[in-house]
């Protein structure tokens, strides 16, 4: 069965405050590999040309559509609030209860922080989660846009 093609960019991840080189760099070749466009809330707690972004994003980081934000403020005056979903470990819905749509808007906070709680307070209906059972508080940045992205990806090419 052939593949459906979306429209470019497939998806929008934003990422908030990022501050590990390479989950950002796993996160652009996620992007790459399914046509999504990454934006980047600044301040970022490394510079993009480390060596250690690089690595993780292979010679994928040629092809990313990448877009650098200067605040939280700016970025939302771009992204569509109607089609928003913010991934927190406080949400009570999880990313398979929504139905995503081409374009839409994966937003997820900073390793250490998340997202900040006005987030939470402002769309409580658009946060969701991730499942996690026994002791473990977080998933890495990485794995869980992973989890969210090819999710999107899935319900929209099915």
């Given at each position: 069965m052939p593949e459906i093609e979306l429209p470019r960019p497939s998806f929008n991840v934003v990422?908030?405050?990022?501050?590990?080189?390479?989950?950002?760099?796993?996160?652009?070749?996620s992007c790459v590999a399914l046509g999504a466009k990454l934006w980047i809330v600044r301040p970022m707690g490394?510079?993009?040309?480390?060596?250690?972004?690089q690595r993780?994003?292979?010679?994928?980081?040629q092809h990313l559509d990448l877009e650098l934000v200067d605040s939280w403020d700016?970025?939302?005056k771009r992204i569509d609030l109607e089609?928003?979903?913010f991934f927190t470990k406080f949400a009570?819905?999880?990313h398979t209860d929504v139905t995503y749509q081409p374009a839409d808007w994966l937003v997820f906070g900073s390793e250490s922080n998340g997202l900040p709680p006005s987030v939470r307070t402002n769309w409580p209906s658009h946060c969701v989660r991730l499942p996690m059972t026994g002791p473990v508080r977080s998933?890495?940045?990485?794995?869980?846009?992973?989890?969210?992205?090819?999710?999107?990806?899935r319900q929209c090419t099915a």
């Open positions: 990422l908030f405050q990022p501050e590990i080189p390479q989950n950002t760099g796993n996160i652009g070749r490394f510079r993009l040309d480390e060596r250690l972004v993780a994003g292979l010679d994928y980081w700016e970025m939302l089609r928003a979903w009570t819905s999880l998933l890495n940045l990485s794995v869980s846009v992973g989890i969210g992205l090819f999710e999107a990806y």
